[in-house]
């Protein structure tokens, strides 16, 4: 089986890569040049590398004669780019078409958990709006036509290497450096809004057992998850636990809060990510596709944790 997977050398890619070659699939990296995965792996001298933007106007036609089975779409943020896939593989040998949609397509919280298979989201912004449209494009497509797609929602993907979502809900590396410091920090509200921290590694192990129970994953839509989330709260205590320093921790309203913080754009990142604090299970996940996360929701945080201090975006004094 031809396996393509477009983003190849990205946050899920790094590990979903080795995964397919070492199941023994013909596996082809899409990237737009040679960029390197995140972490090294010996399969990766088995994939063949493939440089196609998805920019480039021919980009459809190039991807056709590859002549795939399986398509992994790891970067695709456009109705239009998805209308083009199901446009020229629709009854081609494309035996499988998978899209990574993202837990922002859920938009804000009514009731928890979050059904991964409700069409009646609310996405906040153009992001999740535009991949809210693909997944429900999808789904029309499956039943009406039998395009085989399969819909994967990742948290937010973290790791060694990787920029991650601090218990701000922004990525400034401030906060990090004030709690390994034993400084005090403010959180906003009463510090419960929720984050869902995924290792890569986790969300590749999704696509890939997705392929390997197609039956039961197509026409589908799956929460990539931890086991748990975290709340701001937790997340800045468990910080402070990393760093061997007591908790110093106060709690201001968002107004004051944004004020603290004196960053607009810093802000406005800490709103989108904390107004989508559901909670996500991966009850269906475990179900039907035998998924088992590897990483809990804190090892993820620390391994990029240390990856920050490896790196010196974190300084120990």
């Not at 990205?10 to 070659?21: A, E, Q, R």
């Not at 593989?89 to 919280?109: D, E, I, K, N, V």
């Not at 997944?135 to 994967?152: C, D, H, M, S, V």
């Not at 809060?257 to 904390?274: K, T």
């Amino acid at each position: 089986m031809r396996v393509v997977v477009i983003g190849a050398a990205g946050h899920i890619g790094t590990y979903l890569i080795p995964m397919f070659v070492s199941a023994g699939y013909e596996t082809i990296a899409i990237t737009r040049g040679m960029s390197m995965p995140y972490e090294p792996h010996p399969a990766w001298d088995k994939a063949r590398r493939v440089f196609l933007d998805r920019d480039d106007p021919d980009f459809i036609q190039k991807l056709t004669t590859v002549e795939p089975d399986i398509i992994v779409d790891l970067v695709n943020f456009h109705l239009q780019d998805t209308k083009k896939i199901v446009n020229a593989f629709q009854g081609t040998r494309l035996s499988h078409y998978l899209y990574c949609s993202s837990c922002w397509a859920h938009g804000m919280a009514e009731t928890i958990p979050l059904d991964p298979d409700d069409l009646r989201k609310e996405p906040l912004d153009a992001y999740g709006k535009d991949k809210f449209a693909s997944e429900t494009y999808l789904k029309e497509q499956y039943r009406q036509n039998g395009f085989p797609a399969t819909i994967i929602m990742p948290g937010q993907i973290s790791g060694p290497g990787w920029t991650i979502i601090n218990p701000w809900g922004n990525t400034s590396t401030r906060v990090f450096q004030d709690i390994a410091d034993g400084k005090e920090i403010a959180l906003p509200n009463f510090g419960q809004e929720i984050l869902h921290h995924v290792h890569g590694y986790d969300v590749a192990q999704v696509f890939f057992l997705a392929v390997r129970h197609r039956n039961q994953a197509m026409g589908e839509s799956f929460d990539a998850e931890a086991e748990t989330h975290i709340t701001l709260y937790g997340f800045a205590k468990h910080l402070y636990e990393y760093f061997g320093h007591a908790p110093k921790i106060r709690f201001l309203p968002w107004p004051q809060w944004c004020e603290y913080v004196g960053n607009a754009q810093q802000c406005e990142h800490s709103y989108y990510h904390l107004t989508r604090s559901g909670v996500f299970s991966i009850e269906k996940t475990r179900r039907l596709l035998e998924y088992q996360p590897k990483y809990s929701c804190l090892e993820t945080i620390d391994l990029a944790v240390k990856s920050y201090i490896d790196r010196k975006l974190i300084k120990i004094n």
